[in-house]
């Protein structure tokens, strides 16, 4: 008994990830017109008639200054962002910041 192999192989379908994903879409919060209803029956006692304490609004007006992480421009992560860098123990921690500084060419270097 000979089993034949099929002739139309299936592919694998590559997953893509979460972060190409997140790149493709733009996440904002739109604004509504109604302000949303909360079911609170259920909620635990200090939760309840939670949506009488808060004022909540559904009026929102995006901040279109920035950039969500995944779309942020290269120079602005140089610029602001933070190295966790453990270093060997023989050269000093002010010479690993100047190497640092040298190779990414930035001026600001400890705050």
Do not use: Y
């Not at 919060?29 to 079911?39: D, G």
């Not at 007006?61 to 933070?82: A, M, Q, W, Y």
């Amino acid at each position: 008994m000979s089993v034949e192999a099929s002739p139309a192989k299936k592919k694998k379908q590559r997953k893509s990830s979460v972060g190409a994903k997140h790149a493709d879409e733009v996440f904002t919060v739109k604004p509504e017109p109604t302000t949303p209803s909360l079911e609170t029956s259920q909620w635990p006692l200090l939760l309840k008639n939670v949506h009488l304490m808060n004022i909540r609004e559904s009026h929102f007006e995006p901040n279109t200054c920035g950039f969500s992480p995944l779309h942020r421009p290269l120079i602005d992560h140089i610029k602001h962002g933070v190295i966790n860098l453990d270093k060997p123990s023989n050269p000093s921690s002010h010479e690993v910041v100047a190497w640092v500084k040298r190779a990414l060419n930035v001026e600001k270097n400890w705050s």
